[in-house]
């Protein structure tokens, strides 16, 4: 059982910049293929940024690409969301995910299926 906890949420103005870490209880977290999805109220849970296993491939979601940056250390069992230029359509509850299978081509891992494990979720709230 793997447990994640995300921290660094909060309030930013649009413009703004926030960083999210999530902190994994296990020592096999290289093994793991790690995302992050948020969800806005009344909206289905939507993929944001993944990361493979060894870091080496990360994918963005359209909405966020050249803004976030996703990264992960691999040492210290965390993985983390760079969030610049921030919006107000970017107010949402996020969350990491750990999945135990790796990347394939066919994107499975934007999906919420292909991950196991979930964050308890941190709010982010951007202010127009």
């Known amino acids: 059982q793997v447990q994640l906890v995300e921290s660094g949420g909060g309030l930013v103005q649009a413009g703004g910049s926030l960083r999210l870490s999530c902190a994994a209880s296990?020592?096999?977290?290289?093994?793991?293929?790690m995302g992050w999805f948020r969800q806005a109220p009344g909206k289905e849970r939507e993929f944001v940024a993944g990361i493979a296993r060894s870091g080496g491939n990360t994918a963005y979601a359209d909405s966020v690409m050249g803004r976030f940056t996703v990264s992960r250390d691999n040492a210290k069992n965390t993985l983390y969301l760079q969030m610049n230029s921030l919006k107000p359509e970017d107010t949402a509850v996020y969350y990491c995910?750990?999945?135990?299978?790796?990347?394939?081509?066919?994107?499975?891992?934007?999906?919420?299926?292909?991950?196991?494990?979930w964050g308890q979720g941190t709010q982010i709230t951007v202010s127009s």
């Open positions: 296990e020592q096999t977290f290289s093994t793991y293929s």
């Open positions: 995910a750990a999945g135990p299978l790796p990347w394939t081509s066919d994107s499975h891992y934007t999906r919420p299926y292909f991950y196991r494990y």
